[in-house]
């Protein structure tokens, strides 16, 4: 009976605490709108089933303890090695020719990163936390998970796990959070501002495209390059046309392992002790201002940029919108409110991908200026 008794006080179900069971409950909502509501399922529900896993008492299956759960996120994340792979699959599966069509849309993309900004000087100046974790927090405003999680495994490690859930959680939401500002920022005849075709882009283009800029922007931020540089080296593997075979691993099977890895590592940072604070709470706000603020500032640009062009060749400043890295949700939404406003008459899905797409370069970039400037 001794045995017994010794046996279940040293189980889990003797050990849990009411912050595992609140973790459990937290792990279940994302779990829930990964499936119900389809909100980055492939990304919530490893986060998910790893925050279950980190709450287990005594099972050491945090990313903090000693168990495989800590195997991966100090071989995978804190290495930087998982983000930068599925920035090589997200490079595989982009279509830069958008952007190069309209080259003048890549400064949307860097008017977009406004809120990263915004909502790192005022969690550091207004709200108490480090430079470290208010650069960790501002990112989250590029609507980028990977490019977060880069960030903050390496500049505020302890916040990864509600950094990337406000990521994640942001870019789902892309839906809801982005028409209300365009409405807000915009008139009815701008938002039917009909676009242009875009000029044509050779093959010689989009080859030169990645080269170039992976050159370029590693040497002008080196910090940046382990992002940028596997993003362009997927862009290169899609458009040679000779790697057919390294192109449907890296887009297809291998983004898909890492993103496995990579989602339940993130989860097991999810600790009660780690998860359940104040700042928690901070960083989900500060998030959605950071979000909120990097549409705005797309949109903006683009009105700015309107007061420059001749008429007829004004471009529709609901795309600036689309700046931020959500790929490509934010250019379909973008789409659809402006065809909704115009019944149709106005669908500008292709000028939308053009700032989409530069959104993915400016939020590495920024992240690289971060980290060049914070790192020790």
């Not at 168990?67 to 983000?83: C, D, F, Q, R, V």
């Not at 069509?101 to 900004?117: D, E, K, M, N, V």
């Not at 994640?168 to 365009?182: C, D, G, K, N, R």
Request: proline content about 6%.
């Amino acid at each position: 009976m001794d045995a017994f008794v010794e046996l279940i006080q040293q189980s889990g179900f003797a050990n849990l605490s009411f912050g595992n069971w609140v973790m459990f409950l937290v792990a279940g909502v994302l779990i829930y709108l990964a499936i119900t509501k389809q909100y980055e399922p492939l990304l919530l529900i490893p986060i998910g089933f790893g925050t279950i896993l980190a709450n287990l008492p005594l099972a050491e299956m945090g990313s903090y303890g000693h168990g495989i759960m800590n195997l991966i996120y100090e071989s995978g994340i804190k290495t930087e090695l998982l983000p930068p792979i599925i920035f090589l699959g997200v490079g595989v599966l982009t279509d830069f020719r958008p952007l190069l069509g309209r080259p003048l849309t890549f400064l949307l993309g860097a008017a977009a990163q406004l809120g990263i900004f915004v909502a790192a000087i005022g969690a550091f100046y207004f709200l108490g936390f480090t430079i470290e974790e208010a650069a960790s927090i501002g990112i989250i405003g590029g609507a980028d998970g990977p490019t977060s999680i880069f960030l903050a495994s390496q500049l505020a490690p302890h916040l990864l796990g509600p950094i990337a859930v406000a990521a994640y959680s942001y870019m789902s939401l892309v839906p809801i959070i982005q028409p209300p500002i365009m409405r807000m920022l915009t008139s009815k005849k701008e938002r039917e501002i009909d676009m242009p075709q875009a000029i044509h882009v050779s093959k010689t283009a989009v080859i030169l495209f990645p080269l170039v800029t992976g050159i370029v922007a590693s040497l002008a931020i080196p910090s940046a390059a382990p992002l940028i540089g596997l993003l362009m080296f997927g862009n290169l593997l899609r458009e040679s046309g000779v790697t057919e075979r390294l192109r449907k691993t890296a887009g297809g099977a291998l983004i898909d392992i890492v993103t496995i890895f990579l989602g339940l590592a993130v989860g097991a940072t999810m600790g009660a002790a780690y998860f359940l604070t104040y700042k928690t709470l901070l960083i989900l706000v500060l998030g959605a201002v950071a979000f909120s603020f990097s549409t705005a500032g797309g949109v903006i640009f683009a009105k700015i940029i309107n007061l420059f062009l001749a008429e007829g060749k004004k471009i529709n400043p609901c795309i600036g919108a689309a700046g931020v890295s959500a790929v490509p949700m934010a250019a379909r939404v973008v789409q659809k409110f402006v065809s909704d406003n115009t019944d149709g008459r106005v669908n500008p899905l292709m000028p939308a991908m053009g700032p989409n797409v530069a959104g993915v370069i400016g939020s590495a970039v920024a992240a690289g200026v971060f980290l060049a400037l914070l790192m020790k």
